[in-house]
């Protein structure tokens, strides 16, 4: 699963390793899994890693900062709900494709700014996506179907007549996803087109002078982006929480897919899951040791603090350690070996 | 041409030796005559009365150029002359004030940038403006976007026209790529280069658009003169192979000198003088421009 970005041309099977982790994700952990690890780790994992992997594409490869993806989650998870509430007979799968292109059409809208604005400005601009979504959701009672309380619940996953039920089901059901669009993102970064990603990225100006179509680069990053970010939204809510309010969609989720890329590695496939790797197992091990250690001092309000205060200690420290994220780190260890042996003959 | 594709640290050893011009004629001669002769007649590109000003300092006053087809035309003058203006007003990335350019018998008032490719002209920048996240051949094929036309889906599935175009481009990258001797950098990521090779990667990602018109700005800026003495070779070279077209910027006057064909002179936006090397070197207003300045190295021999 190396990309673009990776410094040397990789092994001879870049392929077997992706291989075997899904080998096992489809083959081994099904049968070995507690609900307690599909429901509470792996699937919100896939989702976030899934999230993490469409922003990493409009700001890891093409450069366009985003503070907004939570409103894209949003916007495919309320998408899938309508969809499949008003559509008699539409199939779930349709829905989800169809929730996908409403968050890509919102994402070139809110893309716009990019043609004109750059790092900060456009940082901030995106946070009108983010308010915005959140606001026209919680104000028209419609979208959550003039549920009281503003919560939808999940409608059950049946894809082509596969019933994708319990904790494993829904697993499964976010693994075939991920695992779709992981493929894409994977293919797309080595295709011309990711190519031209990087090069606005790197360069606009010299990007524009050898005849890269720079505006439209942009708006078709934001919308692959929040395509891809809209279908982690609808497992994000169907297939994770099973019912989602608005208020779950908010700016922390915006930053939390943030740290993802930027704790993973910006422009690499394999940082989005080391990052949402990170973020979902890092709570509990945090909790876990507060037990441990403090007892019942530490409760769920501690833990929340203290969550937040390692978490953004361990984000200072991997911008001024490892910039390049948990990515650069994993291969700087899997080299290291290797290193040291060269250094030996060379010797 | 063999001399230049010594491996670097040779090659820098033997040209330190050479004189300037020792590498002049030797064995580039494989001119495509055909594209050389018959648009020799011709302006590849040509600019009449140009100004721009930036607020209210005259950047640039009433310039006309004149490139032929085929010529290796510099563009010399002290620091703040209006160079690498002159070659942005051409790239349009700056709007003149007032004048036209007329590039392949289009008159523009400004140039069209994102249409540059297709009009033949590509350019190198005078600060490094490479693709630091991509690989050196990635960066080179990356230039040749206005010869593809895959669609997205055919780029994502690799069928159709798109494997076809990969292909094309891969080979002709590569092919760029040898002939600048590139070859052991191929998969290197571009921002990892020493300073030299980068700027000749930009070269070859300019020269794997197939140019008409190659627009150079500085591109000795900073080089150790064994990078200098190559970068020339590999200029000279493009020119006599694919027959371009090549407007330099440089300041390294005995790079010029050896270099061009013919030699235009600003100084405070203005052109004093506009000729051959030898013309241009005993230009009374020249000199004067460059009183104590022109102290590096005796500009010698003429030019063709």
């Given amino acids: 699963m190396d990309t673009v970005t990776v410094r040397k041309a990789p092994g001879h099977w870049p392929w077997i390793a992706p291989l075997l982790v899904l080998a096992t994700a489809y083959g081994v952990i099904p049968f070995i899994g507690t609900s307690y690890l599909f429901e509470a780790i792996l699937t919100p994992f896939l989702a976030l890693s899934l999230a993490g992997l469409g922003l990493n594409i409009l700001t890891g490869y093409a450069g366009q900062l985003s503070l907004g993806s939570a409103a894209f989650l949003a916007v495919g998870a309320f998408g899938a709900f309508n969809f499949n509430l008003r559509v008699q007979g539409l199939p779930l799968i349709v829905s989800i494709v169809l929730a996908g292109i409403s968050a890509a059409l919102i994402g070139i809208v809110f893309g716009l700014p990019s043609l004109r604005l750059k790092g900060f400005y456009l940082a901030i601009s995106t946070l009108a996506a983010q308010f915005f979504v959140q606001w026209a959701l919680t104000k028209f009672g419609w979208f959550s179907n003039n549920s009281p309380s503003g919560v939808i619940d999940a409608p059950p996953l049946t894809i082509f007549g596969i019933s994708f039920e319990g904790a494993v089901g829904r697993y499964l059901f976010a693994l075939t996803i991920v695992t779709i669009f992981t493929l894409f993102a994977w293919r797309f970064v080595n295709t011309r087109t990711g190519h031209h990603f990087i090069a606005v990225r790197d360069n606009e100006l010299a990007a524009k002078v050898i005849g890269i179509p720079v505006l439209r680069t942009k708006l078709l990053a934001f919308a692959i982006s929040s395509f891809i970010i809209g279908v982690a939204g609808v497992l994000w809510a169907f297939a994770y929480l099973r019912t989602v309010e608005t208020g779950g969609f908010n700016l922390d989720r915006s930053f939390q897919i943030v740290f993802i890329i930027i704790i993973g590695g910006l422009a690499t496939i394999r940082g989005s899951f080391f990052g949402a790797a990170l973020i979902v197992i890092f709570p509990l091990i945090l909790s876990r040791l507060g037990q441990l250690f403090l007892g019942d001092i530490f409760n769920s309000g501690v833990l929340e603090m203290s969550q937040r205060i390692v978490l953004g200690a361990l984000i200072i420290l991997f911008l001024i350690v490892e910039p390049n994220g948990l990515v650069s780190l994993w291969d700087r260890l899997r080299k290291k070996p290797l290193r040291l042996s060269r250094i030996k003959t060379i010797n | ?304």
């Avoid at chain 2, 300037?20 to 009365?49: M, P, W, Y």
């Avoid at chain 2, 790239?91 to 994102?114: A, L």
């Fill in chain 2, 1 to 304: 041409m063999n001399q230049y594709f010594y491996p670097r640290s040779e090659l820098r050893a033997t040209i330190a030796n050479l004189p300037i011009h020792a590498e002049r004629n030797s064995g580039l001669s494989s001119v495509r005559e055909h594209e050389k002769g018959n648009s020799r007649q011709s302006g590849a590109l040509a600019l009449s009365g140009i100004s721009l000003s930036f607020g209210g300092v005259t950047a640039l006053s009433e310039i006309d150029l004149n490139i032929v087809s085929g010529e290796i035309r510099s563009i010399i003058g002290p620091n703040g002359a209006g160079k690498s203006s002159l070659i942005n007003i051409i790239s349009g990335v700056y709007r003149p004030d007032s004048g036209h350019i007329r590039i392949n018998g289009h008159t523009y008032q400004k140039v069209p940038t994102h249409q540059l490719a297709r009009l033949g002209i590509a350019r190198t920048f005078q600060n490094l403006a490479l693709f630091k996240g991509l690989s050196v051949l990635d960066n080179v094929k990356i230039s040749r976007v206005h010869h593809s036309r895959a669609t997205f889906l055919e780029q994502i599935t690799g069928l159709g026209r798109a494997r076809r175009e990969e292909t094309d481009s891969l080979n002709r990258s590569n092919a760029i790529i040898d002939f600048l001797d590139l070859g052991d950098v191929r998969h290197s990521l571009a921002g990892t280069l020493s300073y030299g090779l980068q700027k000749r990667v930009e070269l070859a990602r300019a020269l794997v658009a197939e140019p008409k018109i190659l627009l150079l700005d500085e591109p000795m800026a900073g080089m150790t003169p064994a990078d200098k003495q190559d970068l020339t070779g590999f200029i000279r070279a493009a020119r006599d192979q694919f027959g371009t077209t090549v407007v330099l910027i440089e300041h390294d006057i005995g790079v010029v000198m050896g270099l061009s064909d013919r030699i235009a002179v600003l100084d405070y936006g203005r052109k004093i003088a506009d000729g051959t090397p030898a013309e241009v070197r005993s230009n009374q207003a020249v000199i004067d421009a460059y009183m104590g300045i022109d102290h590096e190295e005796n500009p010698t021999g003429g030019s063709n």
